[in-house]
């Protein structure tokens, strides 16, 4: 409150308390300028000590005035709370993006994709491809026909010349009185005829047997 101005002074003169409204304020001060102005005194009789009460409730009136201008509120008056809204920056947290090395790597995992499914697909469709001429018929003829056998590996059998024995076992290690050692394991000839052999379980000859049946006596 300023030490210039005695507010209190003047509250106590309009009969007011400082937490009193704007309006209130005024309507106390016309009516008491009304009572001490000299015009509107009886007779217009001159009162110095009115005139002087009146120039002291003028001056801190303005000054009242003067300080609800400057602060917004009455001398003497409860300074209404500040309320500050806290302020609040908002941040829109955005994904990382990806490296260059990721989005090739994540490229080339699409490029692999797409050549798997494209690779399922063509395998699906290659077997419903018909030749022209072709139709539905020969398509199930050609499935229920067997498939060929695989040969049998040949094997020694009685009257078999030295060449062909030589294909199926190979040459010898030793020949001896017709007689063809493969280790263990041998094979006898009679008149460039296989008469007999004997396959040890050391070096197994290509046979049926050990021995050939019904062989020569």
């Known amino acids: ?27 106390a001060y016309r ?6 102005h000299p015009d509107r005194r009886a007779g217009g009789y ?15 009136y303005s000054a009242a005035m003067e300080f609800q201008r400057r602060h ?3 001398p003497g008056a409860a300074a209404a709370p500040r309320i500050v ?29 797409a050549a798997a499914a494209a690779s399922v697909l063509l395998w699906n469709i290659a077997p419903l491809s018909l030749s022209p001429g072709t139709t539905s018929a020969d398509i199930s003829a050609n499935e229920g026909m067997s498939q060929p056998e695989t040969a049998a590996a040949p094997v020694l059998s009685l009257g078999m010349s030295p060449e062909n024995v030589r294909a199926i076992e190979g040459d ?5 009185d017709g007689r063809w050692e493969y280790g263990p394991s041998w094979i ?12 040890s379980p050391l070096h197994s000859l290509k046979t049926t047997g050990s021995h050939p049946p019904n062989r020569r006596p």
């Open 46 to 60: 001159l009162d110095v000590r009115a005139a002087e009460m009146l120039q002291r409730l003028t001056a801190q």
């Open 72 to 74: 917004g509120r009455l």
């Open 1 to 27: 409150m300023s030490s210039e101005t005695d507010f209190l002074d003047l509250y106590r003169r309009l009969k007011l308390s400082p937490d009193c409204g704007l309006d209130e304020f005024k309507q």
């Open 172 to 176: 010898p290690i030793v020949i001896h």
């Open 188 to 199: 006898s000839f009679d008149h460039d005829e296989v008469v007999d052999w004997y396959s």
């Open 85 to 113: 809204a806290p302020e609040v920056t908002a941040r829109i947290s955005r994904p990382p993006e990806p490296s260059i090395a990721a989005r090739r790597s994540h490229s080339k995992l699409l490029i692999l994709v």
């Open 31 to 36: 009516r008491h300028v009304s009572l001490l």
